[in-house]
C-alpha cells in the first residue's frame, strides 16, 4: 500500500469515525463496537489513537478542523461577492449559518458526550472563542468601512460569545429546546438585524 493510499483510507476512516460519533453520541461505545459498526479490526482503530479517549479527541478536533474550514470558506465568499451595502450582515450571516450547518449533523447525543467529556469540551471551547474573534472582527471591520451602525464590536463579540458558550454548554438548549445548528442561525438572524443601518 503506497503512503498516498494509507494517508487516503486514514483520512476515509476518521471520516467514517466522525459520522458514528456524530450520529450516536460516543461516550457509551466501546472500540471493539466502534470498530464492529465501522467494519474495521480494532487494531486499525489503533492507527488513528492508541486508546477510546484518544480517538474520540482525535475525531473531535478532525470534525472542528473540517467545520473550520467550511465556516472560514463562507466567510470569505460572503467578503468577496459581497459589494455594495450590508456587506457585515452577508458576513454574518454567513459565518454563523455556516457554523449551524457544520453543527447540524451532530445529534443531541454527540453534543451531550462532547460537553460532558473535558477534553472534547475544551476542544469546543477553543472553537467557540475563535468564532466569537472572528464575530468581533466581522463587526470592527463594518464599523471601520462605515457598514453598520455605530456599536461597540468587542460588546457585540462578547454579547455572542455568551450565546455561543450558553449554546456550547447546553444551557440554551435546555432553556429554550434549540439545537446548536438552529442556535446559531438565530444568532445570525439577532445580530445582523442589531448591527446593520
Known amino acids: 500500500m503506497t503512503s498516498a493510499h494509507a494517508t487516503a483510507r486514514r483520512a476515509e476512516l476518521f471520516d467514517a469515525v466522525v459520522a458514528l460519533f456524530l450520529a450516536d453520541g460516543f461516550a457509551h461505545l ?18 488513528l489513537a492508541p486508546s477510546k479517549d484518544e480517538l474520540v479527541v482525535a475525531a473531535v478536533r478532525h470534525f472542528f478542523r473540517a467545520a473550520t474550514d467550511a465556516v472560514d470558506a463562507a ?39 462532547l460537553a460532558a467529556f473535558e ?10 472563542a475563535a468564532a466569537a474573534e472572528r464575530v468581533r472582527a466581522i463587526v470592527d471591520d463594518g464599523a ?4 453598520v451602525r455605530d456599536v461597540h464590536a468587542t460588546f457585540v463579540a462578547d454579547v455572542a460569545a455568551s450565546v455561543m458558550v450558553s449554546i456550547q454548554t447546553r444551557a440554551l438548549a435546555r432553556r429554550t429546546g434549540l439545537d446548536d445548528a438552529t442556535a446559531y442561525r438565530e444568532l445570525a438572524d439577532l445580530l445582523t438585524r442589531a448591527v446593520t443601518r
Do not use: W
Not at 470498530?35 to 492507527?47: D, E, F, N, P
Not at 468577496?80 to 450547518?101: K, M, N
Not at 471601520?144 to 457598514?147: I, S
Open 30 to 47: 466501546t472500540l471493539d463496537e466502534i470498530a464492529g459498526r465501522l467494519r474495521c479490526s480494532k487494531s486499525t482503530l489503533y492507527t
Open 75 to 113: 466567510d470569505r465568499t460572503a467578503a468577496s461577492d459581497a459589494g455594495g451595502e450590508r456587506v457585515t450582515a452577508r458576513r454574518l450571516a454567513a459565518y454563523l449559518g455556516a457554523v449551524g450547518e457544520a453543527l447540524a449533523p451532530a445529534s443531541e447525543s454527540f453534543m451531550s458526550d
Open 144 to 147: 471601520r468601512a462605515g457598514d
Open 119 to 128: 477534553p472534547t469540551r475544551l476542544v469546543y471551547e477553543r472553537n467557540t
